[in-house]
């Protein structure tokens, strides 16, 4: 079969250099890149694959890291929660008569404790009593 350029004039399409419905292109330009186009779709087809398949392996890497932290998190807060344990009150019974709660303090008939007192004075001031409490001391 004869090729495009060895045809005879009255087979030729007089618009093949300049085609009025490729919007003045030539026909054969637009031909290569059809044809082009096609080449870099399966390149394009191959790529997309491959991004793919590293978007599938980063978020599996992705999942893995958040259970890890996820893990570390509770070992952080069962750690936190063993070194700091709440300190609870011993519960007593209210009702309980056989159960009495021991007063705070020194035991009854021990003698205070007190600073010992100066053995030398340096210096005596005078402090002048507060009026506010001159008045509430005052009998009514």
Not at 8 to 26: I, K
Not at 64 to 74: G, I, K, S
Not at 75 to 80: D, G, K, S, T
């Amino acid at each position: 079969m004869p090729r495009f350029s060895e045809l005879d004039e009255p087979f030729v399409c007089p618009y093949r250099n300049g085609c009025p419905y490729l919007e003045g292109l030539p026909a054969q330009w637009v031909w290569d890149r059809y044809q082009q186009g096609s080449a870099m779709e399966c390149q394009y087809e191959y790529q997309l694959k491959e991004l793919n398949q590293q978007l599938d392996q980063t978020n599996a890497h992705n999942l893995q890291l958040e259970r890890q932290n996820q893990q570390l998190q509770a070992q952080l807060n069962a750690l936190h929660r063993r070194q700091f344990k709440g300190r609870k009150a011993p519960v007593t019974p209210t009702g309980c008569p056989s159960v009495q709660r021991k007063k705070r303090g020194a035991p009854h008939g021990h003698p205070p404790w007190q600073r010992p007192k100066p053995k030398r004075i340096d210096q005596i001031v005078q402090v002048p009593a507060l009026r506010s409490v001159l008045c509430a001391m005052a009998p009514i």
